[in-house]
C-alpha cells in the first residue's frame, strides 16, 4: 500500500501502478484529476481525502474582506504545474468576486522569480489583496511570499495555518494533520481486506483560522473583534 500527500505525487504514484492500493490526503480535485471516477465510489485502486472544497474560495475571499474592508481588486496566486486543478477554485472564486463587488484577477507563477512581480503588481495600486491556492509549491515558498506581501503591504489570506505562523495575515483551511490520522483508518481498513475502491473519498471535518495580530498592525490593518473570536488562534 502507498500512502501519497499531494495531487502531484499522487500523479506520479499512479502513472507507476494502477493495483497496488492508494491511499492521497491533501489532493483538490481527484475526479477533474482522473484519480477516481466519483467520491461515493471510487473504483480502482485509490481513495482518500480532499484537502479543501471548491467552495472555500468565496469563504477565502469573505474572511478577506472582513479583515481588509478597503480591498476591491483581489488575485488568486497559483502555479500551473503544481497546481493544475486551479479552475476547481477559479470559477467559484469569480463568482464570489462579483457577489462582494471586487474584481478579480488571477495570478499564475512559474517559478520564484515571478512572486516578487505578482504581489509588487498588487502592492502599487491600492486597495490590492491576494488569495493563495492550497499548491505545493506556494507552501513551500511561505517565507518567501509572506516576506513580499509584508513588504508591499498586500493583505493576504492563505489555506493553511503555516502561512500565518511564517508571518502571513490570516489562513483559513482544514487541519492538515487530521487528514493523516483518518488516512491510517483507511489504512488498517485496506490491509484487513476492504478493496481502495469501496472506500469513498472523503471531505475535510477539521478547520482553523488562524489570524497574526502583529502583521495586520503592520499593514494598517484593525482585526474586528468578531474576526478574532471566531480564530482558533491569534498570533499577537
Known sequence: MILSPTTSTTASVLQQTRTIPVIFVAVSDPIGSGFVANFKEPGGNVTGFINVEPTMAGKWLELLKEAAPRVVRVAFLFNPATAPYAEYYLGPFKAAAESFG???????????????????????????????????????????????????????????????????????????????????????????????????????????????????????????????????????
Do not use: C, W
Not at 489504512?187 to 472506500?199: E, M, S, Y
Not at 473519498?201 to 495580530?213: D, T, W, Y
Open 102 to 236: 471586487v474584481q478579480a484577477l488571477t495570478a499564475p507563477v512559474h517559478g520564484t522569480s515571478d512572486l516578487e512581480s505578482v504581489v509588487a503588481a498588487q502592492g502599487r495600486e491600492p486597495n490590492g489583496g491576494l488569495m493563495v491556492m492550497p499548491d505545493i509549491f506556494l507552501l513551500n515558498h511561505r517565507a518567501e511570499l509572506t516576506s513580499l506581501a509584508a513588504r508591499h503591504r498586500v493583505p493576504t489570506i492563505y489555506p493553511f495555518r503555516l502561512f500565518a505562523e511564517a508571518g502571513g495575515l490570516l489562513s483559513y483551511g482544514n487541519d492538515g494533520i487530521d487528514n493523516y490520522r483518518r488516512g491510517a483508518i483507511y489504512a488498517d481498513r485496506i490491509l484487513r481486506g476492504t478493496k481502495p475502491g469501496d472506500l469513498p473519498v472523503q471531505a475535510p471535518v477539521k478547520f482553523e483560522l488562524v489570524i497574526n495580530l502583529k502583521t495586520a498592525t503592520a499593514l494598517g490593518l484593525n482585526i474586528p473583534l468578531h474576526l478574532q473570536q471566531r480564530a482558533d488562534q491569534v498570533i499577537e
